[in-house]
């Protein structure tokens, strides 16, 4: 019923840029905040950032400064900037959702729901 799907992922050399969108479609009543987590090898899903539905942001320590994230209401959708890349920033990049859709008969409030992940990759 609910779908989120990520792009603009991709490999970089060090220094470059990248923008990830997140756009969540299907029978949504409303989305909360968004985010973006990743994921590199061997290591635990840590968050970047997340934005409210109102537009205030929180940073990981390690991005701060870097990336930026973004939201579209009207298009559900969330972006993240994300620049001077470092080939530490090579991860999968998940986006997430807390949102409330309509699966036919009642609202349903999903606080943790997830993309499949897009693919950042940084050369040295």
């Known amino acids: 019923q609910v779908q989120l799907v990520e792009s603009g992922g991709g490999l970089v050399q060090a220094g470059g840029s990248l923008r990830l969108s997140c756009r969540a479609s299907?029978?949504?009543?409303?989305?909360?905040?968004m985010g973006w987590y990743r994921q590199a090898p061997g290591k635990q899903r840590e968050l970047v950032a997340a934005?409210?539905?109102?537009?205030?942001?929180n940073y990981a320590d390690s991005v701060e400064g870097q990336f930026i994230i973004s939201r579209d209401n009207a298009k559900n959708t969330v972006y993240l900037q994300m620049n001077s890349l470092k080939p530490e920033d090579t991860a999968v990049y998940y986006c997430?959702?807390?949102?409330?859709?309509?699966?036919?008969?009642?609202?349903?409030?999903?606080?943790?729901?997830w993309g499949q992940g897009t693919q950042v990759t940084v050369s040295s």
């Open positions: 997430n959702a807390d949102l409330q859709y309509w699966d036919g008969s009642y609202f349903r409030a999903v606080h943790d729901y």
């Open positions: 299907g029978s949504i009543s409303r989305i909360n905040a």
């Open positions: 934005i409210t539905s109102d537009g205030r942001t």
